[in-house]
């Protein structure tokens, strides 16, 4: 029987397994990752990796679907229904930027499925899902910022996708992140995307 100890020792070698394999699949990308690379850079046994996650193709899937929840949860953070647009869009695009430097790691791994989608369907289909939750709550969002008279009139549902892609392509672009005046400027910029009524 596994004392709580060592389960304790168990589960962060588990979480640093998890951890190697997502900055490796995402740096080398699937292909070019091998299972053998993952157990020598978590410093654990071959053996462990596999028993702990099965093959390469599970342990792929579980670095793209684990992290999914808690990113969404937290993208989704902020006041559906502000008094003031304009003082909630500042800090929920701050608070998308930190989240988006904070997991660079990651979005490159949900980007290289996005780039091959046929290759990983069902990975895709996941983030397909979890991007759909997201986009709709942005929707919503800008919906009321304009039936409340805050935002200028216009499409939400393809500027929530604008906004999406905004994120991603501004984090993305940068092989470390912005500086905070470049953080600073960019937030401006999404602000300005909205359409707010000052």
């Not at 740096?27 to 462990?48: H, P, R």
């Amino acid at each position: 029987m596994i004392n709580s100890e060592n389960k304790r020792t168990l589960e962060m070698k588990k979480r640093e397994v998890l951890h190697v394999a997502t900055e490796l699949f995402s740096m080398k990308s699937y292909e070019a990752t091998t299972m053998s690379d993952i157990s020598k850079k978590a410093n654990v046994s071959f053996g462990s990796v596999a028993s702990y996650y099965g093959n390469k193709e599970s342990l792929f899937a579980i670095c793209i679907e684990q992290p999914l929840e808690e990113f969404v949860d937290i993208f989704l953070n902020f006041n559906k229904h502000p008094t003031s647009i304009i003082d909630q869009l500042k800090e929920m695009i701050k608070q998308h930027f930190i989240l988006f430097s904070n997991m660079k790691v990651y979005l490159r791994l949900i980007v290289q499925v996005i780039a091959q989608h046929e290759r990983f369907p069902n990975e895709f289909k996941v983030i397909t899902q979890h991007t759909e939750l997201i986009q709709n709550d942005i929707k919503k969002f800008i919906k009321y910022g304009q039936e409340v008279g805050q935002l200028i009139d216009g499409d939400a549902e393809r500027l929530s996708v604008a906004y999406i892609n905004f994120l991603f392509g501004t984090i993305l672009s940068y092989a470390n992140n912005p500086s905070e005046e470049e953080q600073h400027e960019f937030i401006s910029i999404a602000i300005r995307m909205f359409g707010p009524i000052l």
